[in-house]
């Protein structure tokens, strides 16, 4: 069997996600990203499920994770299936949900000072 086969899970979590509205001066902007491998031999089906600590959970953000590529959901440009995107200046957690075994990294760009920082870290799997 292909190693690729095995690698990947249907269910990840990023608890620590935040978006903000400010950018310093320049042509960065901030933003942050849920990157995707899906190394298997079928398109992955993901969704997304937002989760706030005072309100109700956000759902039905999807996306496609072609088959053996990657895809960088950049959480700037997604919106759900009503129009909504990915609100600003609010902490929050992502759960990564695929048809198909995946591996999942979070980045995050913050441009809200002239000293930008880039934040990844890897998503963590439900077995």
Not at 8 to 17: A, N, T
Not at 48 to 73: G, Q, S
Not at 81 to 98: E, W
Not at 100 to 114: E, G, K, M, N, W
Request: charged share 25%; proline share 7%; net charge negative.
């Amino acid at each position: 069997m292909d190693n690729n086969k095995k690698a990947g899970e249907y269910i990840w979590y990023i608890p620590d996600c935040y978006f903000p509205s400010t950018n310093s001066p320049g042509h960065y902007v901030s933003h942050e990203a849920v990157c995707v491998l899906n190394p298997g031999e079928q398109d992955a089906h993901i969704n997304l499920i937002l989760y706030f600590e005072d309100r109700e959970p956000m759902r039905d953000f999807y996306a496609v994770c072609k088959a053996e590529r990657t895809n960088h959901i950049r959480l700037d440009n997604i919106k759900d299936v009503r129009g909504n995107g990915v609100p600003k200046d609010v902490p929050y957690a992502i759960m990564v949900k695929s048809d198909q075994p995946v591996i999942v990294q979070y980045s995050r760009l913050d441009t809200t000072q002239a000293e930008m920082s880039l934040m990844t870290t890897m998503a963590y799997p439900v077995k």
